[in-house]
């Protein structure tokens, strides 16, 4: 009975609508993100969030009208340093990523040190989603699920053989300049979710759960959200049980489906 009066909550089906739907667009991108070993950009651009976030409560402002400036830049930025220095791109994230924690360092210092605000962004908090951010949330996946859907071939190229795709006449700049900005803006949203200091994890483990089980591309696409969905949707009921922090329950809950997905995986061979 308690747990049917938990769900019943509107700030809990908020959470789990938001959750679901960020997880399978998560899941989406975070299979492109790891075949192009870029899967540490939402560690990078967390990173980045944190200064940005940290700036605007210096200019007391909203995060989200600092943020999506900011590290869209970032993103971006990480796009043209592999590009036009030929810097590895775990090398390019490592600049971002380290810049961006020293100017939010910087930062909260001149704020006067760190505080509620700051800390909620850190380690998230799903529960508290409110109507706005769940429309934000379907907007983006609506989003995102139309750029696969026009743009798949020109995504799976690009992925597996950019040489390949500038040969088929494939703009290969707009597509990895739209690909990384959508990129920022999922985590930028995902913040309020999982937090700076996990957020990663949601684009990371659905993707390398479902390239466990090698399958065909598209079935690889259609497991990693699934993966992502049940991770969240798990993760809220779990943290409810065993009264833990929610974004906490979803990486641990992910971490056991990717377990899951190795052992099989073994048995299978």
Do not use: W
């Not at 870029?38 to 007391?60: E, N, Q, R, Y």
């Not at 999506?68 to 592999?82: D, E, F, K, Q, R």
């Not at 979710?193 to 259609?222: H, R, W, Y």
């Not at 056991?256 to 997905?261: G, R, S, T």
């Amino acid at each position: 009975m308690e747990m049917i009066e938990f769900l019943s909550y509107d700030f809990v089906q908020r959470a789990i609508i938001a959750g679901c739907l960020m997880a399978i667009v998560s899941g989406l991108l975070g299979v492109f993100l790891v075949l192009r070993r870029l899967s540490l950009i939402g560690d990078g651009l967390a990173h980045v969030s944190f200064f940005s976030i940290g700036l605007a409560l210096f200019l007391k402002t909203h995060p989200f009208y600092v943020s999506i400036p900011v590290v869209g830049l970032a993103s971006v930025g990480i796009l043209n340093l592999t590009k036009k220095t030929r810097m590895m791109s775990d090398s390019a994230i490592g600049i971002v990523s380290a810049l961006g924690i020293a100017c939010a360092i910087i930062l909260t210092s001149l704020a006067g040190g760190f505080n509620v605000d700051i800390f909620s962004y850190l380690f998230g908090s799903i529960l508290t989603v409110s109507t706005t951010e769940v429309f934000m949330v379907v907007i983006l996946f609506l989003v995102v699920i139309a750029m696969i859907l026009l743009f798949y071939n020109d995504l799976f190229c690009v992925t597996f053989d950019e040489e390949c795709a500038k040969l088929a006449n494939i703009n290969v700049g707009l597509i990895n300049h739209m690909f990384v900005i959508l990129t920022s803006i999922t985590i930028v949203i995902a913040l309020k979710l999982m937090g700076i200091m996990l957020v990663s994890a949601l684009l990371i483990f659905p993707a390398v759960t479902a390239l466990e089980l090698k399958k065909d591309f598209q079935t690889t696409l259609i497991i990693s959200s699934l993966t992502g969905v049940i991770s969240v949707a798990g993760g809220i009921i779990l943290g409810f049980l065993l009264n833990l922090p929610s974004s906490a329950s979803i990486v641990l809950v992910n971490f056991v489906l990717f377990l899951a997905a190795f052992v099989y995986k073994k048995i299978r061979k």
